[in-house]
């Protein structure tokens, strides 16, 4: 083995590893799935496996490699073909707001910030747009709060998947902090009318949530327990932020002053015009609804959103939908926009799965196709991006959420 090329040694060891992982890790024997799919975008790496094979039990990946490496397993449960379609991990879509099935119960606006407040008693399961989510290949949400305020709350993140009790489809609680900086949470007679009144409200509850982690009190400030828990690492703040001035100023007053993970949502509105700014800093950026700028150029041309941002050199970006502001199914056809756009073709198929799962702090959990992760798949009748080839199959923690056999849903 030591003579073969890396690739090949590669290929080798993880066949080993593969077989070790099956036959000795497998739930039971019997409870192993099989994937066959003409290709595998694992999302690691940029690597790609033609003639793919994909094992599951417990609802977890248990091998992945080609098919002339993986022998099936005796006895399998299920043995799904797809000899010309693409599997590749499901969409993590970290804006959205249909965790009601509509518009409904998203901001509460007594206050100018709400920290104590959470998405999660809102949650109407598998509701109609969710199931439409799922035929569009989601398999992840970050169901937060609307910006109608500075501090609208905590997110959940749940799976995308058939079920009755919001406590079966949570994948974290909670998923993020929302805040709200411009460009709609400003409030006319209240502190927060302005950017002086509504920063040092957020500067504020910053400064008073470290102390309270610091001093190890979150249980008895739980007005402040879910901000304490972004300076734990548990979870990051999403900021709904747009225009340069706003974009930089997220950056700036969370990463820089604060040093807490966050995530910039949205960046639209000329907010690429600090994109060079940003890439210094490393930032997480989460792009959309809005993938170009209306301004044309001098001569008649548009400016892509994520092109915008990848020409200044950011690479840490995922798009979003802001749903139902763009419907939750045409998630992954922001980035099939932004590619049209200019946007790299890798970049673009890493900001709907392996991107947004790093950004939102569970990439060990999600976003690739790798053994010990979340069986959470998309099979596609063509390439991932492409507007004219359906989703066939999705598997959530390796069980069907949507099959198109039982009839094309998206």
């Known amino acids: ?10 290929v080798a060891v993880f066949s080993v590893l593969s077989f070790l992982v099956v ?20 999302m690691d790496e940029r690597e790609v496996i033609h003639n793919g094979r994909i094992l599951l039990g417990g609802g977890r990946i248990l091998a992945v490699g080609r098919q002339s490496e993986i022998g099936l397993p005796d006895p399998m449960r299920h043995h799904w073909s ?69 501090m609208g709350g905590a997110g959940v993140l749940l799976k995308v998947k058939p079920g009755n009790v919001v406590e079966d489809l949570i994948l974290r609680q909670p998923g993020s902090v929302k805040v709200a900086q411009g460009y709609n949470p400003e409030r006319s007679t209240d502190l927060g009318g302005t950017r002086m009144g509504m920063w040092w409200m957020l500067r504020h509850y910053l400064n008073r949530a470290e102390a309270v982690s610091e001093a190890g009190m979150t249980d008895q400030h739980p007005e402040l327990s879910s901000i304490a828990g ?8 999403l900021v709904h932020t747009a225009g340069a001035r706003d974009t930089y100023g997220t950056v700036r007053m969370f990463q820089l002053e604060a040093g807490v993970p966050v995530v910039v949502s949205h960046g639209s509105f000329h907010g690429y015009m600090a994109a060079e700014a940003i890439a210094e800093t490393g930032a997480s950026l989460n792009l959309g609804p809005r993938n170009f700028e209306y301004n044309r150029s001098g001569n008649g041309s548009f400016v892509g959103l994520m092109q915008a941002y990848e020409a200044g050199g ?38 709907i799965n392996s991107d947004p799962a790093q950004q939102i702090l569970i990439s ?40 198109i056999k039982g009839g094309q849903r998206y």
């Not at 518009?103 to 104590?116: A, F, L, Q, R």
């Not at 972004?230 to 703040?237: A, E, L, S």
């Open 82 to 150: 797809y000899p010309n379609s693409v599997a590749f991990p499901g969409g993590v879509d970290l804006h959205s707001h249909v965790q009601t099935g509509g518009w409904g119960d998203i901001n509460d606006m007594v206050h100018p910030d709400n920290p104590e407040l959470r998405v999660l008693d809102t949650v109407v399961p598998w509701n109609p747009l969710y199931q439409d989510a799922s035929a569009g290949g989601v398999t992840t949400v970050n169901a937060i709060p609307g910006s109608g305020t500075n």
């Open 314 to 351: 950011n690479t840490n970006l995922s798009v979003q939908t802001d749903a139902p502001v763009i419907p939750e199914e045409e998630f992954i056809y922001q980035a099939t926009l932004a590619e049209r756009l200019g946007c790299s073709t890798w970049e673009a198929l890493e900001s």
């Open 364 to 403: 060990d959990r999600v976003g690739r196709i790798l053994p010990g992760l979340e069986a959470d798949i998309v099979v596609k009748a063509g390439q991932p991006l492409d507007p004219r080839t359906p989703v066939e199959l999705v598997l959530v923690d390796g069980k069907t959420a949507y099959d």
């Open 23 to 42: 036959f000795c890790s497998a739930p039971t024997s019997g409870e192993v799935d099989v994937l066959d799919v003409g290709i595998v975008l694992t």
């Open 1 to 10: 083995m030591g003579n073969l090329p890396t690739k090949q040694r590669r």
């Open 230 to 237: 972004i300076f734990d690492r548990h979870h990051p703040f």
